[in-house]
Nanobody, 121 residues
């Protein structure tokens, strides 16, 4: 039973930074993982994705150059470093895993965390 638990959300002023973490459990092999977000009134969108060995990383256009995805397989942890945050980044951020292919499409992922709120003012 795979479980993903996010943490690190909070409130920050525009231009500030936050670091999100996702601890995974219940699986034996590293898998494609990603961060998604649901902005107010919008569908869930892909933020960043990373391959099991960290060799490939994809980013959504709106976060390129500001956000960095990384992982520590020894600690079963997925990270998202968010810099230069903007009010339009406000939303609920989700950790996801188990995609059959490294994609920024939510439907590709089998496992989801419950989300952590990020508010930028």
């Amino acid at each position: 039973h795979v479980q993903l638990v996010e943490s690190g959300g909070g409130s920050v002023q525009a231009g500030g930074s936050l670091r999100l973490s996702c601890v995974a459990s219940g699986y034996t092999l590293p898998m494609n993982m990603g961060w998604f977000r649901r902005l107010p009134g919008q569908e869930r969108e892909g933020v960043a994705a990373i391959s099991p060995g960290s060799g490939r990383r994809y980013y959504g256009d709106s976060v390129k150059g500001r956000f960095t995805i990384s992982r520590d397989n020894a600690e079963n942890t997925l990270l998202l470093e968010m810099n230069d945050l903007k009010p339009e980044d406000t939303g609920t951020y989700y950790c996801a895993g188990g995609a059959w292919q490294l994609l920024l499409r939510p439907t590709a992922y089998n496992y989801w965390g419950r989300g952590t709120q990020v508010t930028v003012s």
